[in-house]
């Protein structure tokens, strides 16, 4: 229902605190320690003297974080201090912050997912279980919490499944450790074909930016604002926000299981 990336939380959240300026590079006097910025429009030394870090969040150099020591307006160049491998180019989009480090702002969406984890449950699906001949118990995909679906390819290697080729709830079941096994002598084994199962599952904590967080986006970053550190609140005064985001995220989302699902034994 909800698929937002971890920058993209990031973002909404770091402009929830006054924090976020966000871009694309360029290529202009790009060297290791030099990025080409041509969207900041703040005076000489500006980024520098606030203190600001730059995290390169997709493209060249992703996920590195550095402190700015230099910018000259003219030339749109920041300069960082300890050098990347190579210089950031135009597949590099960067973003800057003076509050919150990017390991702080992520910590804090990580805690804020934890937070749900029992009561807001997402769609899981896999296909990766291959069938062999004369074999009925298979283990189950990381993941799954509940299992509400199995169904058969419809001809190997096509990665396609049809509802009508889905296997009746009466055929199939779920045993100790995270085991789906099929009933003999109600269930053909076709070996090759895959079994496509349909489940539910916690949201998984997140590292890589590009990684998706399928819980609803307003709720989480108000969440996430009360997992900040609170030195760095008060000291921002951002007191008022912080107070606003416990309200509008007391109340945790649910999404219950499915009314036909069946829970992965551990």
């Not at 937002?4 to 694309?24: F, K, P, Q, S």
């Not at 749109?76 to 003076?98: G, Q």
């Not at 062999?132 to 993941?143: K, M, N, Q, R, S």
Request: charged share 25%.
């Amino acid at each position: 229902m909800y698929s937002n990336t971890l920058w993209e939380i990031r973002h909404y959240l770091a402009t929830m605190v006054g924090d976020l300026l966000y871009g694309v590079c360029g290529t202009t006097g790009a060297t290791t320690t030099k990025i080409y910025a041509g969207f900041l429009w703040q005076a000489d030394d500006y980024y520098n003297e606030h203190h600001y870090d730059v995290y390169v969040y997709l493209g060249t150099n992703k996920g590195l974080n550095r402190r700015v020591t230099d910018w000259v307006l003219a030339d749109f160049l920041l300069t960082v201090h300890s050098a990347y491998a190579a210089a950031c180019d135009a597949t590099s989009y960067i973003e800057l912050h003076r509050i919150f480090t990017e390991d702080e702002l992520r910590k804090a969406i990580n805690l804020a997912i934890e937070s749900s984890a029992d009561q807001y449950l997402v769609d899981k699906v896999d296909a990766s279980i291959t069938l062999v001949a004369d074999t009925y118990e298979y283990t189950l995909p990381e993941g799954f919490e509940y299992v509400h679906g199995v169904t058969t390819e419809d001809t190997a290697d096509t990665g396609k499944f049809y509802q009508s080729a889905e296997i009746d709830h009466r055929d199939w079941d779920i045993i100790s450790q995270r085991t789906l096994r099929l009933r003999r002598g109600r269930y053909s084994i076709t070996a090759g074909k895959d079994l496509q199962i349909e489940g539910q599952g916690r949201q998984a904590t997140v590292d890589d930016d590009v990684d998706v967080i399928e819980l609803p986006p307003d709720w989480l970053v108000q969440k996430a604002i009360t997992m900040l550190p609170q030195a760095k609140i008060q000291n921002n005064a951002l007191d008022d926000t912080y107070k606003q985001a416990l309200l509008l995220s007391s109340r945790t989302p649910t999404r219950p299981r499915h009314p036909r699902a069946r829970r992965v034994l551990k």
